[in-house]
């Protein structure tokens, strides 16, 4: 364990409150080890957004983490910041919201989405957003702001959508590429178009966006599907094919082909 003491740095918190359990000493350092639970309360009219806490390092200089829930527990093993985030009613009380819907795991990492759906939707069109951050961090919590406001209209289902990291980023013994990626997006579409109608979306009607590299990865699951297949990819002289990270049991890989594309 990485000795400490450690510094523990309380961001003050807007439109709710939050207290911090042991209470935090006046230099702010405590034993590393220490756990700390941070419990959330929104104020009137508003709703929690998210309990975290940012640590220094990862690829942008600060790693954040987040929980959806208003406790949140946390071991001390370096210097952090700690916080709660709150919103106005008005984004979400239209809204069902559901996290961490499972849709594959081909490595360590489990791949999930978020459904952001309007409160009695049937047969909305479907929109996937798939996350930015340089293909080697960040999940599709981060994507939370954008897919409520697209929701929030009526007139869309969101789905916000996570992948692995390239390379061994994600813990995985053998390095994901950039064809993994894309196949992960694929899976998710093909979980997505299975379930749709649970969440009120019509599965025919499905368009993708995302930022930064979600937007690559976008671009790509728009104009590769038509070689989603067995083949590989180039582990045969000119066949370069994408095998969904998730097929639907019962059909086969030209059905998924079809109709993704």
Same mark, same amino acid.
């Given at each position: ?42 104020? /009137? ?43 106005? %009613?008005?984004?979400? /009380? ?13 490595? &360590? &990492? ?16 479907? #929109?996937?957003?798939? *996350? ?9 919590? #981060? ?10 209209? %009526? ?12 390379? *061994?980023?994600?813990?995985? /013994?053998?390095?994901?590429?950039? *064809? *993994?990626? #894309? ?44 070689? #989603? ?21 019962? &059909? ?5 082909? /079809?109709?993704?594309?």
């Amino acid at each position: 364990m990485p000795k400490g003491p450690f510094t523990v740095n309380l961001v003050p918190a807007e439109h709710g409150t939050y207290t911090v359990s042991p209470q935090i000493p006046a230099d702010g350092k405590l034993p590393a080890g220490t756990r700390l639970q941070v419990t959330a309360s929104p104020a /009137e009219g508003y709703s929690l957004d998210a309990v975290y806490y940012t640590v220094e390092g990862g690829m942008w200089g600060v790693t954040h983490y987040e929980s959806f829930t208003p406790e949140m527990d946390i071991s001390l093993d370096t210097n952090m910041w700690v916080g709660a985030n709150f919103i106005d %009613n008005a984004l979400v /009380e239209k809204l069902e919201v559901t996290q961490d819907v499972l849709y594959a795991q081909p490595g &360590k &990492k489990p791949l999930k989405y978020d459904v952001f759906a309007p409160k009695g939707a049937k047969n909305l069109p479907c #929109i996937v957003i798939i *996350h930015g951050g340089g293909w080697s961090s960040n999940n599709e919590d #981060i994507m939370r702001g954008l897919a409520r406001e697209l929701a929030r209209g %009526n007139q869309y289902v969101v789905f916000s959508i996570d992948y692995r990291w390239i390379n *061994h980023l994600d813990g995985d /013994e053998q390095p994901n590429h950039m *064809h *993994h990626l #894309i196949e992960d997006v694929f899976g998710a579409i093909a979980h997505i178009q299975t379930h749709a109608k649970k969440y009120g979306g019509d599965p025919r009607r499905i368009a993708v966006t995302g930022d930064s590299a979600g937007g690559h990865l976008s671009a790509c699951a728009a104009v590769l599907c038509p070689f #989603i297949g067995e083949g590989g990819f180039g582990e045969q002289q000119g066949v370069y094919e994408f095998m969904p990270s998730y097929l639907p049991e019962g &059909k086969t890989l030209e059905q998924v082909r /079809e109709e993704i594309t």
